[in-house]
């Protein structure tokens, strides 16, 4: 392929780079699209769902799975019908069952959400029509004094919907309803008062209001968008500052377990955007300190946090819950609000390491879950016991988790990279293109165009490959994420090993002049270890490879089998199964090449054993598993 590529055939080829050279912003979700600007530091940006396409992959087929759901499985008259029979309006359409039984109010302002990501993010101009659609008939419903007829909880996803029906969809007439809705809700919405904010019982089930501290955040958002300060008077009133202030000063409380987990990661997103508009350290420190404290003392192996829904004492609790809570992680809301607090982390301070917490949760989380279903059958709890697991759907329909899939599956394409003025980040290792235009401010006057794209079947292998495609030769540093996990990795630009420092939790960089054609190779050991699943739990482990979780399958057992002692004898006992196809939820559509995804056991002996490990993201539903093991205690003894 020539070095050089004349500039208006490299936009046939890329159709994204035109759109990106008349004036498309690079970083759709920092670029402010209102009259605000963030008052904290940004260091680096995503591409806010635009310029970034999966490739063919498992991950790509659950974006799939979000995109043809709403054209296959509930139609606008039946998520409507509860609104408008409470409008006293014509009411086609049947209720949606489940949480929606009355009405669609707990998952519609995330439907609204998912729906315009994923317009970008799939190029689908439908959905964007649908939700178009969906908006303007339900606006028809709101009183011409703003109710909604929503409390905190579902009014937050609606102001999230609303403010992305703006920003992603331009759908500028969404503002006024905006604005009606939120000055109604200033007006009529009960504060957060003792006993509601007292954090035993924050999350206020059988009371109101119901998960008010996650409201400020798209508060916030909207204020960034519109520039009417009545939104940030109102974000202001719901700061959490009597549960925020416990990370004030540490990244280990004692005191700040026993509440709802997927909403209290939740909150720490409003503080993050609290720093945004006010630039203050402050909530910066907070938010660091809970990252840290969540790392710690709250998440499994998988990246997975909250058995029962709640933190846990730092006594053990984490590991103990293993023994009978099925209700590990609520997979589907606790994988989006992992990525937000990680994405913003990210943002403020450019540091590779939160970039962690987000690829295990891309592969263990949501990236694990089963796929949404006719009649919203949605995955829920993901579970992790000592006695073995399985993954099912929940016993209810139209969850929460219904809607976070949607929002998670866009959000895969505002993870993969990252920019700022002239370098390129790469976070995670995905089947993926990315189109971007390297610039200083303002961003109204962007650099030369380069196309990445990133082939790889990684976490399966330990290699990808990422190959450019520049209108003009362009000299940047390219940086990749070194995950923390990694014990070294190896680069090759086009076939020439090159030395790059490779420091765990660091960006590891490239810096040259940039040609089309030239190819990135890199190496990423996929070390094979056990973890334990807390401090006072040193034998309770998982097993993991790379960033992967693998569980035993449960179908099969040999009753001399125990986990070895060490992580060098896990390596000479797990031994890749060459020919092994993929298994489980995503195995109707493969890819195209086999790849060695499951472990098979051979013991020092070289006896047979029947027995495997595969990914956990590989596992279907209903098939057993065990994901956590007391070492030298046979799990199926309990049996």
């Given at each position: ?15 994204a ?15 402010q699209?209102?009259p ?58 049947r209720p949606?069952?489940?949480?929606c039984g ?7 302002g ?31 419903t709101?009183?011409?004094d ?74 916030f ?31 280990a409380?004692t ?91 990210m ?19 949501v ?23 399985m ?18 599956t ?8 990252f920019?700022f003025?002239?370098?390129l ?5 995905v ?17 030369p165009?380069?196309?990445?794209t990133?082939e ?10 990422l ?6 030769p ?15 990795m190896?680069f090759?630009?086009?076939?020439a090993?090159v ?7 660091t ?10 054609g030239?190819?990135v ?10 973890e ?5 739990h ?5 097993v993991?490879?790379?960033?992967v ?47 060695p ?10 006896r047979?054993?029947?027995l ?10 209903n098939?057993?598993?065990?994901m ?12």
């Amino acid at each position: 392929m020539s070095a050089d590529i004349d500039r208006r055939e490299f936009l046939k080829q890329a159709p994204a780079a035109a759109a990106l050279v008349a004036g498309v912003a690079n970083a759709g979700l920092a670029a402010q699209r209102g009259p605000v600007v963030s008052a904290a530091a940004h260091a680096l940006e995503p591409f806010g769902y635009s310029n970034v396409r999966l490739l063919p992959s498992r991950w790509q087929q659950q974006v799939e799975v979000a995109r043809t759901f709403f054209h296959e499985h509930v139609s606008i008259d039946d998520i409507l019908q509860g609104f408008r029979v409470a409008a006293n309006l014509p009411a086609p359409g049947r209720p949606l069952g489940g949480w929606c039984g009355k009405d669609s109010n707990n998952v519609f302002g995330q439907w609204l959400s998912g729906l315009t990501r994923l317009a970008n993010v799939t190029g689908d101009q439908s959905l964007r029509t649908m939700a178009v659609t969906l908006y303007t008939e339900w606006a028809k419903t709101v009183g011409a004094d703003g109710n909604a007829r929503m409390d905190h909880y579902p009014f937050d996803k609606l102001v999230c919907g609303l403010v992305d029906l703006v920003r992603y969809a331009n759908h500028g007439d969404a503002v006024a309803m905006l604005t009606r809705v939120t000055a109604y809700a200033d007006k009529t919405f009960q504060r957060a008062q003792a006993p509601l904010a007292d954090i035993t019982d924050n999350q206020a089930y059988y009371g109101r209001p119901q998960e008010w501290y996650t409201l400020a955040e798209n508060q916030f958002r909207a204020y960034q968008l519109t520039g009417d300060p009545m939104f940030r008077k109102f974000a202001e009133e719901w700061l959490y500052h009597a549960y925020w202030n416990k990370f004030a000063a540490t990244s280990a409380p004692t005191d700040a377990h026993g509440v709802h987990a997927y909403s209290h990661v939740n909150t720490f997103s409003s503080a993050a955007m609290a720093y945004d508009v006010t630039g203050d350290p402050h909530f910066l420190t907070i938010i660091k300190n809970a990252y840290d404290y969540l790392q710690q003392f709250q998440c499994y192996a998988t990246g997975g946090y909250g058995p029962n829904e709640r933190f846990m004492k730092t006594d053990g609790s984490l590991g103990r819950a293993l023994d009978t809570r099925s209700d590990t992680f609520e997979a589907v809301c606790g994988s989006w609000a992992g990525f937000k607090l990680s994405r913003y982390l990210m943002q403020f301070t450019g540091d590779a390491r939160y970039g962690d917490w987000i690829e295990r949760l891309f592969y263990n989380g949501v990236g694990a879950a089963l796929p949404l279903q006719a009649q919203v059958r949605n995955f829920y709890y993901a579970d992790y016991r000592v006695g073995g697991g399985m993954k099912v759907y929940n016993w209810d329909t139209c969850t929460c988790c219904s809607g976070t899939f949607m929002q998670n599956t866009a959000e895969y394409a505002n993870l993969i990279y990252f920019a700022f003025r002239d370098s390129l980040y790469v976070n995670l290792f995905v089947p993926s293109e990315v189109t971007w235009a390297s610039s200083e401010p303002p961003r109204s006057n962007p650099g030369p165009v380069v196309r990445l794209t990133q082939e790889t079947a990684y976490p399966d292998v330990d290699n990808t490959k990422l190959t450019f495609f520049v209108a003009s030769p362009t000299e940047f540093p390219l940086r990749v994420r070194v995950p923390l996990w990694a014990t070294s990795m190896a680069f090759k630009v086009n076939g020439a090993p090159v030395a790059v420092e490779a420091k765990p939790g660091t960006w590891a960089t490239l810096s040259r002049t940039w040609r089309t054609g030239d190819v990135v190779d890199i190496q990423i050991p996929l070390t094979l270890r056990m973890e334990a699943v807390d401090r006072q739990h040193p034998n309770r482990v998982a097993v993991m490879r790379g960033p992967v979780v693998f569980v035993l399958e449960g179908a099969y057992h040999d009753p001399n089998f125990a986990l070895p002692k060490t992580n060098a004898e896990l390596a000479q006992w797990l031994v890749p199964e060459p020919g092994s196809l993929p298994r489980g939820v995503w195995a109707t559509a493969p890819p195209p090449t086999v790849y060695p995804t499951s472990l098979r056991v051979v013991p020092p002996d070289k006896r047979p054993v029947r027995l495997r490990f595969r990914p956990f993201y590989e596992i279907g539903e209903n098939y057993p598993y065990f994901m956590y093991f007391d070492r030298d205690t046979l799990p199926w003894r309990l049996w």
